[in-house]
């Protein structure tokens, strides 16, 4: 079974048995991924379709194909991915379909502004995700961001910093796993709040 790291902790397990999914979860599932990433994946169009009807349409046309194609015990890894390769498949549709003169554009455009529409997505949550990151660093407890300071400076390691701190070398391998957990966690919380994650 593939993995989605989009889908987050609580997300439902496959049966362990191999039966599929019940429906309920596969609704439940794809409408929380969904939803997650929905902004990302309108911009990504909006920026292949000049009017906001068009994307619309586009849009609720990707959608409904990825509902269609969604395998709940099998989510794809890169939801955000796939759901751009869906769009990026219906603004094509949609430019062989209209009559639009502004809508005639080539293939090829479309595919390197849907290259760089993604790229430009994928650093932008970069920055994103780098902002959440600062700020829940400042929201650390003292001691746990002395314990970065330590043992992130320049030259720092695990051993380093422990003499300096004056704990075991064991104690801050555990105490830097616990500061991870608590920032990964912050900021995925942080992101799903922007509406991000």
């Not at 997650?36 to 619309?56: F, I, K, W």
């Not at 709940?72 to 939801?79: H, M, R, V």
């Not at 430019?95 to 994928?122: G, N, P, Y």
């Not at 700020?135 to 380093?160: M, N, V, W």
Request: glycine share 2%; charged share 30%; aromatic share 8%.
């Amino acid at each position: 079974m593939t993995v989605n790291a989009d889908a987050g902790p609580d997300a439902p397990a496959a049966p362990s048995d191999g039966t599929p999914r019940p429906a309920q979860d596969k609704h439940k599932l794809f409408l929380r991924l969904f939803l997650q990433n929905e902004r990302r994946l309108y911009a990504y169009v909006l920026t292949l379709l000049p009017h906001r009807a068009d994307a619309d349409d586009v849009l609720q046309e990707t959608s409904l194909t990825m509902w269609d194609k969604f395998d709940a015990d099998a989510p794809p890894t890169e939801f955000i991915a796939w759901a751009r390769k869906v769009a990026y498949h219906k603004v094509l549709d949609f430019h062989k379909k209209s009559t639009r003169a502004q809508a005639r554009l080539s293939a090829i455009f479309v595919k390197r502004l849907a290259e760089t529409a993604a790229a430009q997505a994928d650093e932008l949550q970069l920055e994103e995700r780098r902002a959440a990151l600062t700020r829940c660093i400042e929201k650390l407890p003292p001691p746990d961001r002395d314990l970065l300071a330590h043992r992130f400076a320049d030259g720092a390691t695990t051993q380093s910093a422990s003499e300096q701190l004056g704990r075991s070398v064991d104690a801050v391998y555990k105490a830097l796993a616990k500061v991870r957990e608590n920032l990964f966690r912050c900021v995925q919380n942080s992101l799903a709040q922007e509406g991000h994650a």
